[in-house]
C-alpha cells in the first residue's frame, strides 16, 4: 500500500460536493453559434486568420499563436464566420472573438484521425512532439492555461527529471477530471508517456486525492503496462491541485519562489491536457473541445458533459436541464477559484472546467468586520504569506511594502478569505495588490530594455 | 526653608545656561546651509502638501522653485497664480499665467440612464471591482460608483450623487491637484480647462464600443457618430475607437456640437439658457453653417441625419440645470462605509 | 442578454466560505471558562456570584452605550467579547470587591482597553487586563483582601473572612527571613492548590478546571498550544534554577505554576488573539518573555503576583515580534545560495 501524503504548509478543507462523480460524460450538442475568443491562453492573443463570410471546417487553424507565449485556435464547428467582435467572456469584459455560425454537417478538417482506437506507438521524436502539441493549439486545461508546448521547452541550462500529473481535482464540484481517469485512463498513460518522451524524462507520477478511490484502483491497475509510471495517493486538502502544492506533496520540493517548477526539475500537467496532448500527438485532433462539470446543491441533476470550446454557457446550461429555480449566483469554474458569470452569454473555452450554481442561501457575501487578528489566514496561506497584513498594506496604498512582503507568490487559491472569521475581503485585496506590484515590475523591466 | 529656595534657583541657573550654551555651540557646528529663500517660498505656499505639483511636499516643491533657472515647468495648481507670482517675486524670475484647471467627470451613465443588470458584492473599492469585471451595467467603461475618487480628494471637492451614483466636482474646491485622475482605475476624471467664466464643454462619455452597443447599455452614451466632428470649425473634435473627444485647448466654446450630439453626450457648463425657438414641424433643415443661432435642446429637437435612432430620449433642460448644480453648496457627507 | 428576473451577484473568488465565525470563538471560550466558573461559585458562593455577574453585565453595558451613543456605530455586544471581558475581569479580582469598583474597571477595561483602540481587533492590551491593574493600582487595599474559600464564605459578600493567598505568604514570609520550607508547612498541600483549596481571586483558584478550559480550546482549535506551553515551560525551567540555587529562598516550579494566576493568565489571557503574535515563531517568543517576566516579577518584585504585568508588558512587544517572527514563505530562496 503506497503511503498517502500531502503537502506541507497551510491549507484548507472545504466540503468537497462531488455530486457527479458517477455520472458517465454525455456529448453536449453543438452550439447554434460559436464564439470561439481570441484570448483563451496565458499570453498574447491569437491573430485571426479569418475574415466575415470565410466558410471553416471543424479543427481548421482559424488564429494563429503570435508571439512565443500565445497558442493556436481552430474552429470547433463547421461553419461560417459572421463577425469578429468583441464579446462578453468569463473576465467580466468583452474581449475580441470569431462567431461561427453553426451548419448542419459536420465537415473535418483534412488531416484528422477520428477514430477512438488505443494508440500506443509513438514514432515521433522530442521536438516532433512539441511541434505538434503547438500546433494543435493545446493549453493547460486545468484552469491556467498555459501554453504546454512552452511548458514542454524547457529553457537550456534546465533539465525535467520527473513528470507529475495532476489527477488532484481538489475543486469543489468538479469531477471532470475525475471521470477521465476512469474513461480515458488508457489514453491518460499513453499520453503521459508522450509527455515523458518530450521531456526526456524515465519517471511520471500521477498524483490523486484520495476521495476517489475508484480511480485510483483503476489506473494502478493498468498503469504497469505502460512503464516507469507510478499513482500517488493524495490526502485530501485544498489547494493541493496547485502545482507547487502537488510537488511538494508528491516529491517533498518547494519550488523556489519568483521560480518555476522547472527549476526543481518538474513538469506539471492535469489530466485533462495529458489527453489532449494524446490526441494531438497519435491523431492530429486539435483542441477543440473539453469537459465541463455542471453542478450546484440546488441543481437536480449534476453530471459530467463533453462540450465543444465556443458553446455559449446558456445552450449548456439548457441542454443539462436549466438553470434551478432561486440561483443568484453561476460559478465559471470552481467555488474557490472559479469567477463569477454576469452573462450566461460568455462560451466555455478551453480553461473552463465547471458552471457551478448557487441558491440565494449560499450566493451572498456576509459584511465583513475588523480584523480580529487570529492568524488564521496566515497558518492557511500554502505560499507562507501573510494575507491579513497584504489586505491592510493594499488598502492604504503602501505597494513597496506589499511587494517586499512576497505578494507575487501568491497562488490566489482563496484559502484566506474562505477561514477569516469575520468575513474579510482578503483577495479581492490582495489580488489588486498583486496586480499594481506586477504593473510596477513590468515598467520597470521595460525601462530596462533599451540598454540591452 | 529660603536656603533651599536660593539653592534650587542657583543649581537649576546654573543647569539651565549651561545647556542653552551647549544648546546654541551644537546648533552653530551643524547648522545646515540653506539658502533662506526656500523658507520663504515654503510660507508663500499653501502647505497643503497635496502633491499636486509633482513634488513630494509643499518644502520640496520650494526647493526645486529655488534651485531652478525658471518657473515655466513648475506650477502650484492649489496656490494657483497668486501663489506663484508671489514665487515669481521672491525669486526674481518671471511666470506666465496658466489657466485654472478642474477635475472633470467625463461619465453621465447615471441610474436613470444606466440599466443595472447585476449586484456586486464586494469591497466599496472601484479599483477592486474594476479587476473584476466590467460593472452591474452594459457599460465597461463607465463609472462603478464606489467613491475611490471622493476619497482620493483632500479638498473636499468631490462628493458621490446618491441620486445619480457619479461623483460630482465641486469647482469651487478643486484645485486640480490630481489625485483622483490617478485614483480612478477607469481613466474617467480628467483636468480640464476652464473657459471664460469657468464655462467648459466637453464629452461625458469614454465608451469606445461600438455606437449601438453602446447606446443600449446607457442612453446618454457617446455613438462616435462623428456628427460633433463634422459640425466643428475649430478642429478641437477627434474621433477614436467609436468616441469623440474634444481638446480643451482648441475649443473655442462655441457649442456647436453640443446642438448636434443625438445622445446628449456633450456637455455644456455654465452657459446661459439658449433662447427658446418658434414651434418646429417634425423634420426640420439643420441651421446653416454659422452656428450663432441660439437653439434650445427640447424635446421637439430633432437631427435630419435619417440612421440614427429616432427615439430620441433626450431629457431637455437636464443639461443647463444640473450643470449649474455642479457648483452646488450642500455637500453630502461621502459614504465610504465598506460593506459593513 | 440578461436573463428576465435573473439578477446574478458577481463577487471575487472564493465564493464559499468555512463556517467560523468571531461569534462562534466567543462562545467556545466562554464554554471554556465555566468550569472556572463553577469552582468560583462552589468555593465563593454568593460573593463570586455577585462579582462575575456585576462584572460581566457592567461590560456589556459599557460596550454597548459607549459603541451606540460615543462611536456611533452599530453596538456589537452579540459578538460575546465584552462577555468574556467581563468574566475574565471577575475572575481576576477577590470575591468580596464592592460593586462601585468593579464597576469601574469594567469602565476601564472597555473603555480604555477596549474601545479607544477602535473595538475589537485593534486594542494593543489585553481589556481585562488593563482593567485589573487599574483596580489593582487604585484600589490595592480592597484588591488585595481575598475571602478564604468555602465553609461561611460561601453565604458572605463583603463581610467574607479573608485570608493570604499562597503568594502573598511567601512574598512576605522572605522578607521576614523565614525560609520556604518552613513557609510551605503553612500553606495547602499541592493537590489542594491543583484543585482551588486556597486564597485567591474568583478564577486564579482551580488549575484542574483551567487546565479542563484550556484543553479544550486547543482540541478545538481555538487556541493554539504554543503560548501555553512556552508560558509554563520557561516558569518551569526558570524557577527550576532558582530552586536549585538555593531552595531556602526561592520556591519550587510546581508552586509557582499552581499559584497565583499562572494557569489562567497562560490558557485565557496571554492567547487572546488580538493581543498576540501571528505566527507560532512569534507565539512562543511572547510566552518565553511572559514567563521570564512572571517569575522575575514573583520573587524579586514588589508584588507577589506579576502575572497582568508580565502579559500586558508582553502585550506591548508584539507588534516588534510580530516583525521579526514572518511565516516561513514557501520556496524561500536564501540570500547566499539556492
Sequence with gaps: MVAVKTFKKGGVHPEDNKFSADKPFVKAPLPKMAIVHLTQHLGAPAKPLVKKGDKVKTGQLIAEASGFISANIHSPVTGKIMKIEKAIDASGYKKDAIFIKVDKEEIWEDGIDLTTDLVKDIPYSPQEIVEKVKKAGIVGMGGATFPTNVKLSPPPGKKAEYVIINGVECEPYLTVDHRSMLEMGHEL???????????????????????????????????????????????????????????????????????LPIDVGVVVQNVGTTIAVYRAVTKN??????????????????????????????????????????????????????????????????????????????????????????????????????????????????????????????????????????????????????KTVMDQIRAERAKQQPKK | MSDVLLNSVIVLGIVGSVSALILYFVAQKFKVEEDPRIDDIEEALPNANCGGCGYPGCRAFAE?????????????????????????????????EQKRQVAVVRCAGSYDNREHHNEYEGPENCAVAHQLYGGETDCHYGCLGLADCVRACNFDALH???????????????????????????????????????????????????????????????????????????????????????????????????????????????????????????????????????????????INVTDLPKENTSKPDENTVENKDNKTENKEDTNSNENK | ??????????????????????????????????????????????????????????????????????????????????????????????????????????????????????????????????????????????????PTPGGQNLTKYFDATTGATPLGLI????????????????????????IGQMGGSLGEMSALAILIGGLFLIWKKVITWHIPTSIIVTVAIFAGILHLADPTKYADPLFQLLTGGLMLGSFFMATDMVTSPMTPKGMIIFGV??????????????????????????????????????????????KNGK
Design chain 2, 160 to 302: 458621490m450623487d446618491k441620486k445619480t451614483g457619479l461623483p460630482v466636482v465641486n469647482e469651487d474646491n478643486c484645485t486640480a491637484c490630481g489625485a483622483c485622475v490617478e485614483a480612478c482605475p477607469r481613466d474617467i476624471i480628467e483636468l480640464r480647462v476652464l473657459g471664460k467664466r469657468d464655462r467648459k464643454i466637453f464629452v461625458s462619455c469614454i465608451n469606445e464600443d461600438k455606437g449601438g452597443a453602446a447606446k443600449k447599455a446607457c442612453s446618454v452614451a457617446c455613438i462616435g457618430c462623428g456628427l460633433c466632428y463634422d459640425a466643428c470649425k475649430f478642429d478641437a473634435i477627434t474621433m477614436f475607437e467609436n468616441l469623440a473627444y474634444i481638446d480643451d485647448k482648441k475649443c473655442v466654446l462655441c457649442r456647436a456640437c453640443v446642438e448636434v450630439c443625438p445622445t446628449n453626450a456633450i456637455w455644456e457648463v455654465n452657459f446661459p439658457p439658449r433662447k427658446p425657438k418658434p414651434a418646429k414641424k417634425k423634420v426640420a433643415a439643420k441651421p446653416t453653417a454659422n452656428n450663432t443661432t441660439p437653439q434650445t435642446k427640447e424635446e421637439n429637437k430633432v
Design chain 3, 171 to 194: 512574598k512576605e514570609g522572605v522578607k521576614n527571613g523565614e525560609t520556604i520550607q518552613q513557609l510551605m508547612t503553612k500553606l495547602p498541600s499541592y493537590w489542594d492548590m491543583f
Design chain 3, 289 to 334: 518573555g511572559i514567563g521570564i517576566l512572571v517569575v522575575a516579577i514573583r520573587v524579586w518584585g514588589a508584588y507577589p503576583e506579576g502575572m497582568s504585568f508580565a502579559i500586558l508588558i508582553m502585550n506591548a512587544f508584539v507588534p516588534l515580534i510580530n516583525m521579526y517572527s514572518k511565516p516561513k514563505l514557501y520556496g524561500e530562496v536564501k
Design chain 2, 64 to 96: 526645486a522653485c529655488a534651485k531652478s533657472d525658471n518657473l515655466d515647468n513648475l506650477y502650484c495648481p492649489v496656490g494657483g497664480n497668486d501663489v506663484m507670482k508671489k514665487v515669481a517675486t521672491i525669486l526674481g524670475m518671471e511666470v506666465q
Design chain 1, 285 to 434: 485532433m486539435p483542441l477543440i473541445e473539453r469537459t465541463v462539470t455542471v453542478s450546484g446543491k440546488n441543481f437536480s441533476n449534476p453530471s459530467n458533459y463533453i462540450v465543444r470550446i465556443g458553446t455559449p454557457i446558456k445552450e449548456l446550461v439548457d441542454f443539462a436541464g436549466g438553470i434551478p429555480e432561486n440561483t443568484e449566483k453561476i460559478i465559471a469554474g470552481g467555488p474557490m477559484t472559479g469567477k463569477a458569470l454576469s452573462s450566461l452569454d460568455v462560451p466555455v473555452q478551453k480553461g473552463t472546467s465547471g458552471v457551478v450554481f448557487f441558491a440565494s442561501e449560499e450566493a451572498h457575501r456576509k459584511p465583513y468586520q475588523d480584523c480580529i487578528r487570529c492568524a488564521r489566514c496566515v497558518s492557511v496561506c500554502p505560499a507562507g504569506l501573510e494575507p491579513y497584513l497584504l489586505m491592510s498594506l493594499t488598502e492604504h496604498q503602501m505597494f513597496d511594502k506589499v511587494r517586499k512582503e512576497h505578494v507575487t507568490d501568491c497562488i490566489e487559491c482563496g484559502s484566506c478569505s474562505y477561514i477569516c472569521p469575520t468575513n474579510r475581503p482578503l483577495l479581492d485585496y490582495i489580488r489588486l495588490g498583486k
Design chain 1, 189 to 259: 498513460m499513453v499520453g503521459t508517456k508522450i509527455l515523458m518522451k518530450a521531456l526526456g524524462v524515465d519517471k511520471a507520477i500521477i498524483g490523486i486525492e484520495n476521495n476517489k478511490p475508484d480511480a485510483i484502483k483503476h489506473l494502478s491497475e493498468i498503469a504497469p503496462e505502460y512503464g516507469n509510471i507510478t499513482i500517488q495517493p493524495l490526502k485530501m486538502k485544498y489547494p493541493q491541485g496547485g502545482e507547487k502544492q502537488l510537488i511538494n506533496a508528491i516529491l517533498g520540493r518547494e519550488v523556489p519562489s519568483g521560480g
Design chain 3, 1 to 146: 442578454m440578461k436573463e428576465n428576473k435573473l439578477k446574478l451577484v458577481i463577487s471575487h473568488s472564493p465564493h464559499v466560505h468555512a463556517k467560523s465565525s468571531v461569534n462562534k470563538i466567543m462562545y467556545m471560550v466562554i464554554i471554556a471558562l465555566l468550569p472556572a466558573l463553577i469552582v468560583s461559585l462552589a468555593y465563593f458562593g454568593l460573593g463570586a456570584l455577585i462579582v462575575t455577574l456585576t462584572a460581566v453585565l457592567s461590560a456589556v453595558f459599557f460596550e454597548w452605550f459607549i459603541q451606540k451613543f460615543l462611536l456611533k456605530v452599530k453596538p456589537t455586544i452579540t459578538d460575546g467579547s465584552a462577555i468574556i471581558t467581563g468574566l475574565l475581569l471577575a475572575f481576576n479580582v477577590p470575591s468580596n470587591l464592592p460593586i462601585w469598583i468593579i464597576i469601574i474597571g469594567s469602565l476601564v477595561a472597555i473603555g480604555i482597553g477596549k474601545m479607544s483602540f477602535g473595538g475589537l481587533g485593534n486594542n494593543i492590551f489585553n481589556p481585562a487586563l488593563v482593567g485589573r491593574v487599574f483596580l489593582l493600582i487604585s484600589f490595592p487595599v480592597q484588591m488585595t483582601s481575598w
